[in-house]
């Protein structure tokens, strides 16, 4: 009897031990993926960090870095708020653009912050050509997280996939900076 209550024991007293490790490597495990969370994090902004500086290195146009801080609630507009405002030097009709091409122009500035409006907002317009056919027109938003190209002559194909550039000509954004892709003609 004495044996079997001893390794009755001994196995409740290994279970409990087993119970309280499992406690702990479940903690550890929590921890460990958030750390891990944290880490691909500070590897993505390392990799959008990089890709800001191949981007000011490839452009000869002064620019400022600034971080995207509030987007616009409302549905009928599509603005953001940045980081940089009139201490960095900014000013309404800037051009707002990043790696991937442009985005948007400031159409407020304030002490330490401005307001972009992004490029698909209704309000919104750029001169844009069409990057092998050299068509241009004028692109406009629709609010629908897409944009029109409108006045471009009906006799002239325009081809679905080309990509959209900036043309220049509305002298607030930059020549060649892509902006979309025709995805419906």
């Given amino acids: 009897v004495a044996d079997a209550t001893t390794g009755a024991w001994r196995t409740y ?8 490790q499992n406690q702990e490597l479940e903690v550890q495990l929590v921890a460990a993926r958030s750390e891990i969370q944290q880490l691909s994090e500070r590897a993505l902004e390392a990799e959008r960090l990089r890709g800001l500086l191949e981007f000011k290195q490839h452009y000869p146009f002064q620019t400022v870095a600034a971080e995207v801080i509030a987007a616009s609630p409302g549905e009928d507009t ?4 940045i980081d940089k405002g009139r201490d ?16 948007g122009k400031i159409i407020a500035v304030f002490p330490y912050s401005s307001q972009v409006m992004l490029i698909t907002d209704p309000s919104s317009g750029a001169g844009a050509l069409l990057e092998q056919t ?3 027109g004028v692109l406009k938003g629709t609010s629908k997280h897409f944009c ?17 550039l900036t043309s220049g000509l509305d002298q607030i954004y930059p020549k060649g900076l892509p902006i979309g892709r025709v995805v419906e003609v």
């Fill in 88 to 103: 960095a030097g900014l000013t309404p009709d800037l051009a707002v653009i990043t790696p991937a091409g442009a985005v």
């Fill in 134 to 136: 050299r068509l241009q």
């Fill in 13 to 20: 007293r290994g279970l409990w031990r087993a119970h309280q």
């Fill in 78 to 81: 599509q603005a953001d708020y």
């Fill in 148 to 164: 029109e190209l409108n006045y471009v002559m009906n006799e002239d194909a325009v081809p679905v996939g080309e990509v959209v």
